[in-house]
């Protein structure tokens, strides 16, 4: 079954009177259960993209289908609940909401679906990402990596169907890292949920089952097997 599909897809902005193309007609699908990494240099459209994927935003021309829903004639609203239905999202910059706590803030999506008894629920994705003791922190009060781990365990809360995320060890030391990975994958071993993933983390990127690559907006090469990645590491 195919999860995700972008078909002709483009993103263009205007900007002081000309056309900014952010992503160039880009295509593909994503298999239901699969694990993937998006991977290209800074710049070149991959958070964007994503937020396509994840009916965030809306792309210029061209269809996206998330788990057999159109999103290109869908109100922002509607889009919204597609959202907390099945996708679960990791941001580059954590998008906590700065006036709840950790344990708030893990707990909204789950709020939002009218769910009971959710706070031990929220309390233990918390302890998983090693925050049992920062349950009660505002984001102002969490370091980015403790923030990212926040918005890791919120993007988990409503058991996604597919998980985004966007660098999502980009602000963790070694061991976190190793630590978060095993959790976002552990998801999709024990729930099947599928992974998409951007990275300039090379040894994250090989762990997925395919590659694609981005340069300028456009898809440079799309590989099914994860070969190893050398001498390709971050571009910032
Ligand atoms: N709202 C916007 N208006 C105009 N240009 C934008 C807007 N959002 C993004 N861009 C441009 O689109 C391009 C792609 O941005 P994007 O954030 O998708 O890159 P990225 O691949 O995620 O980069 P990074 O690795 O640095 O996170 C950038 O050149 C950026 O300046
Ligand atoms: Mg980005």
Known sequence: MIILDIQNVSKTYQSTGRTLTVLDNINFSVES????????????GKTTLLGLCAGLDRSSTGSIQLH??????????????????YVGFIFQNFQ???????????????????????????????EKVGLADRAHHYPAQLSG???????????FSNKPRILFADEPTGSLDAETSEKV???????????????????????????????????GGKIVADEPQAPTLKGEESQH
């Open 33 to 44: 259960g699969t694990t993937m990494s998006i991977v290209g240099p800074s710049g070149s």
């Open 181 to 215: 990975i095993d959790l976002i994958f552990g998801l999709n071993k024990e729930a099947g949920t599928t992974l998409v993933l951007v990275t300039h983390d090379n040894d994250l990127a090989s762990k997925t089952k395919r590659i694609i690559r981005i340069k």
């Open 145 to 155: 990596g403790e923030q990212q781990r926040v918005s890791l365990a919120r993007a």
């Open 96 to 126: 906590l909401m700065p006036t709840l706590t950790a344990l708030e803030n893990v707990m909204v999506p789950m709020e939002l679906r009218g769910e009971r008894k959710i706070k031990p629920i929220a309390m233990d994705l918390l």
């Open 68 to 85: 057999n829903v159109k999103l290109d004639d869908l109100s922002e609203d509607q889009r919204a609940q597609v959202r907390n239905q």
